[in-house]
């Protein structure tokens, strides 16, 4: 009992000592500088000797804590592209201290806000303090794709201005400012050929959206199909023939019909009816399952949750019955990360704290 008694004793006086010194300005700076040090170093490591997808957003426009709307980073040998730039995904790059620098090109699906709404700020930290980029950031997408960078090229020319004028051309040179929008057209599926990746895109039905695009990555006999938002569609399934993963999208109708009839009892029809209307939009993670067996996929991924897990127990509401269809699969979360090294059939499935 004494020695309990000494225990606590001692353990009040070193947290009262903590707490005073972490009042003295000189032990703040060193704290300060330390972490400061730690967010300037030690960059994400992803390895240049196999195919790399980084989910660096999970989730569809609903919200849910500690999720961005959807992007995957995609790492081929030294090459990064970036799938999709919804809301909240950059910052995420940026907090796992990712070289966004490096970026080549971002490949959109699709039109809609939660794909594209974070392009300003990969836009930013794609082009200051980058020397080894010379030319405006690449944008492939479909029909009005160009539409889209050149709008969010009028509402950024006044912030390309004010960072040239006062870092100077070294640090924001106007003449690589602002994107190049490449038009895909399906009729060369190819859109990109490049030190042994080849990236297919593909069309998929996100009625009223079209075009709405699907990726393919082949990378040294490596691969990753990315489904865009879809519904259940055999152009992913024919896409997808053999690949080592399949990240589609998902949406659990069970769930979205709760959401539903909780905001018809609150008086919200509104919301009530976005809800009945994105029913037939969408995949459910049973389809998405059933797509990755008739494509002889090894690992699929669900991503673009509808809606994004909140807690374990909505986990495993949301793939409820995918179990009884495969068995190797993942539930996304911001920061799982899919590693295929090269010379190899291995699938490594990782998640950044
Ligand atoms: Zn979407
Ligand atoms: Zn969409």
Redesign the pocket.
Known sequence: MKIIKYLIFIIAILVIGVLILIRIPSIQDRIATRVIKNTLTNPLSLPDDALTALVCGSRSPIPSPNRAETCILIKAGENLYIVDVGDGSISNLRNWRVDINKVKAVLLT?L?S??ISDLADLHLNSWIMNPTRSKKLDVFGPQGVDQVVNGFDAAYKLDYQFRNEHHGDDVAPLDSAGYEPNIIDLASPIIIDDNGLKVTAFSVI?DP?EP?LGYRFDYKGRSIVISG?TIYHDNVIKNSKDADVLFHEAQANHMIKIMENENVKLGNLLLAKVMSDIVTYHTTPVEAAEIANKANVRHLVFYHLTPAPRNNIMENMFVRGVNEVREEWTLSDDGTMVILPLNSDKIEIKKIN
């Open positions: 699709h809609h939660d794909h996100h959206v709405a938002d």
